[in-house]
Nanobody, 126 residues
């Protein structure tokens, strides 16, 4: 059974840094993208950053310029370097593996999140 395990969360002061890791227990076939989401108390889960197989990255406006997503395919590990942390970055952070739908070989199927980690808490205080 595939597992995604996040680590690296913790409690820091505003302005400090953290680096999150997401280790995949095994290679996941048809993985088209990896992403980091976060969920603040009382709010929904939102996409923070993603990285495609070709290395294309995306960032939400709230973290652009402060967070960097990367991955080490040899180690099956996804990272999120978070710098200049703000109190509003406080949330549970989840990694997700997106899987390409290959049921219809005539088309390029959807790339959707299919595997999730259990989350790691990040708390930023002023």
């Amino acid at each position: 059974q595939v597992q995604l395990v996040e680590s690296g969360g913790g409690s820091v002061q505003a302005g400090e840094s953290l680096k999150l890791s997401c280790a995949r227990s095994e290679y996941i076939p048809n993985t088209c993208r990896m992403g980091w989401y976060r969920q603040a108390p009382g709010k929904g889960r939102v996409l923070v950053s993603s990285i495609d197989r070709d290395g294309t990255t995306t960032y939400s406006d709230s973290v652009k310029g402060r967070f960097t997503i990367s991955q080490d395919n040899a180690k099956n590990t996804l990272y999120l370097q978070m710098n200049s942390l703000k109190t509003e970055d406080t949330a549970v952070y989840y990694c997700a593996a997106y899987i390409r739908d290959t049921r219809d070989t005539r088309i390029t199927g959807a790339c959707l999140p299919d595997y999730w980690g259990q989350g790691t808490q990040v708390t930023v205080s002023s």
